[in-house]
């Protein structure tokens, strides 16, 4: 968008344009496209300063026409500082990704620049700017968070940004501050996560910087501030007017003071915690057995010289051994289940692992865990049988929060000074079993490069109906791909009524046992299934796999979807009158042609 010039004889020269709208980005691709839209006719020039982004983000900005910049994270302040220095315009409006301009905002910011850079005192016009929060699906508009004026509109040239967190401006002059009309919706916080994960982030930032300053955190007066905070949030702040919202941000508030100053006390508190032989436990399904590895990986780089054992139930024993960086594999069995104080005993004795970590809360665990004397048990406070068995306690809500499971399981890691960053999700953590006999008889009949079909799901989630597996499967038949079905041997007398014949098309259920399924999934071009073990077991060895999934908690793909390097996931809110996800097999079969090139041909 032209404006009309700016003839202000004290703006900063070498300025063209008249607005240019500043961000710094990395990994905003799910915000971005919202902020372009809302200043596509309001900016002369859109800088997008970005630090590594692998999301996509970069090539949204370019083909909206945003001038794209590559850069080294160095801390808000000097990142700003250096993205605000690449504008051309004679205005900056400082935005983050997350955020839009309404409507009348961006009347106010045109109206506000044509009044000039300095009023008649000489000062320096600055905009102020509301800024209104979304919570989930609530517009926030008590609990302390709402007015938030934000100084984001100000002439090229006279500001910079200082301060480690929660930068502030340093003005070169004085300054007139003009409170603009309309709001920038903040996009924040879609799901809960998303606020533990910031609590986290700036938590970390704060308590390093208080830390060089030489400020101390006492617990009697930690443990006041965040009473103070919870009170000041909900009570004085009218958070009981945001409803549950409400509560629910008055509770994090509080938990982001308690975190933060932990943290600072951590760092003063001389020798962490360096266990030597740490005692992973997952003793439910399969797949969420595989949403659990990246803590071995975790702790496996922060303890390079540590065992790690994973404890499961024998039928998952199979992907155990087949996991990057797991020393032990400790067998969980029924005989256990009932007598989980003989197991404390005698399979977890004391002394032989210095640390627990339950990713699943499983109530004989806890009480082997605690009968063995490991000193160090992880777990969730959410579950009475764990709260007063474990010594370091988690207090996530998973249902509904909207972090992936794999990232509620690395916060479990949090008092071993483990983040829970976000690269586990491509990273593969299962290495494929040698094939035997009846995988290399499989693998000579075509199952080298073939796409594995498994249609069930034990019930663990929405499932995609029966016939539909079908269709999909004659589809890929007919375009020349060869086609596995496989499945338990109940499973496949539950699927015979409907089983296709082609050619191309294979029956494998009941024909491999778990490890031998591995095996002939590391081999397949694609794998597609809804939410259950197999799928997850192939995405963790990097085989591209197709997820079926709904929108919906507390199955859905937010918390559930596989971990690895080439994951595609196909939803709907949507289900037959039998209950089933009514996705259209064509959508299936668009996501398998992105795999398989030579689908999309003709």
Request: hydrophobic letters at 40%; charged letters at 20%; a neutral charge.
């Amino acid at each position: 968008m032209t404006h009309s010039p700016d003839t202000d004889e004290n703006q900063p020269l070498g300025h063209d344009l008249a607005l240019s709208v500043v961000v710094i980005t990395r990994n905003e691709a799910h915000n971005l496209p919202r902020l372009l839209d809302a200043v596509k006719d309001l900016a002369d020039e859109v800088v997008v300063f970005d630090s590594g982004s692998t999301d996509g983000t970069t090539e949204i900005a370019r083909k909206a026409g945003a001038k794209v910049v590559q850069c080294p994270w160095e801390g808000w302040s000097t990142t700003k500082n250096k993205a605000n220095a690449l504008a051309r315009g004679r205005w900056i409006l400082s935005l983050d990704a997350d955020e839009a301009p309404d409507t009348d905002c961006r009347q106010s910011i045109l109206d506000h620049m044509e009044k000039g850079t300095k009023d008649l005192n000489g000062a320096w016009r600055i905009g102020e700017i509301n800024r209104l929060t979304r919570y989930g699906d609530h517009w926030v508009r008590h609990s302390g968070w709402f007015p938030d004026r934000k100084l984001r509109l100000w002439p090229n040239g006279i500001a910079a940004w200082k301060g480690a967190i929660h930068e502030v401006l340093h003005f070169d002059g004085p300054v007139k501050l003009h409170a603009l009309h309309g709001v920038v919706e903040h996009y924040s916080y879609p799901h809960r996560a998303d606020h533990l994960g910031q609590i986290e982030k700036f938590g970390a930032v704060w308590a390093q910087s208080q830390f060089e300053a030489g400020h101390v955190a006492p617990l009697t007066l930690v443990v006041l501030k965040v009473a103070a905070q919870w009170i000041k949030t909900f009570w004085i702040k009218g958070g009981i007017l945001d409803g549950r919202t409400g509560w629910t941000i008055a509770r994090l508030s509080a938990w982001a003071t308690w975190r933060k100053h932990a943290r600072l006390r951590a760092l003063h508190g001389g020798k962490p915690l360096k266990p030597h032989r740490i005692l992973i436990a997952r003793t439910d399904a399969l797949g969420d057995l595989v949403l659990s590895l990246p803590l071995v990986a975790a702790l496996k780089q922060k303890f390079p010289d540590s065992t790690v054992g994973l404890l499961v139930r024998p039928y998952a024993e199979a992907v155990a051994r087949a996991a990057r960086g797991v020393d032990v594999v400790v067998m969980w069995t029924e005989e256990d289940a009932k007598s989980p104080a003989r197991v404390g005993k005698d399979t977890l004795e004391a002394g032989q692992w210095d640390a627990v970590v339950l990713a699943y809360p499983d109530a004989g665990v806890a009480i082997a865990s605690k009968k063995a004397a490991i000193a160090i048990r992880c777990g969730t406070a959410r579950r009475k049988h764990m709260f007063h068995r474990m010594t370091h306690l988690n207090w996530d809500g998973r249902k509904d929060s909207g972090g992936h499971e794999s990232w509620h399981g690395l916060r479990l890691l949090m008092p071993l000074g483990i983040e829970a960053e976000s690269d586990y999700r491509s990273a593969p953590c299962l290495d494929a079993p040698e094939p035997d006999e009846p995988v290399r008889t499989w693998l000579g009949q075509g199952g080298a490069g073939a796409v594995l079909l498994h249609p069930g799901s034990h019930g663990s989630a929405g499932n995609w109906p029966a016939e539909r597996f079908v269709a999909l499967a004659e589809e890929l038949a007919e375009k020349g791909c060869v086609v596995g079905l496989t499945g338990t041997a109940r499973e496949g007398e539950a699927f015979s009524s409907v089983m296709p014949t082609h050619t191309n098309i294979h029956p494998l259920f009941g024909a491999f046992n778990l490890s031998q399924l591995l095996s002939a999934q590391s081999q397949a071009a694609a794998v597609v299934a809804s939410s259950t073990g197999p799928l997850h077991t192939a995405a963790a060895m990097g085989v591209s796999v197709i997820g079926i999934y709904g929108t919906k908690p507390p199955e859905w793909s937010r918390r559930w979807a596989p971990i690895g390097p080439s994951v595609s996931v196909v939803e709907t809110s949507a289900y037959t009158p039998e209950g089933h996800l009514d996705i259209p097999v064509q959508s299936v079969f668009e996501a398998v042609s992105q795999v398989i090139p030579s689908l999309r041909k003709g």
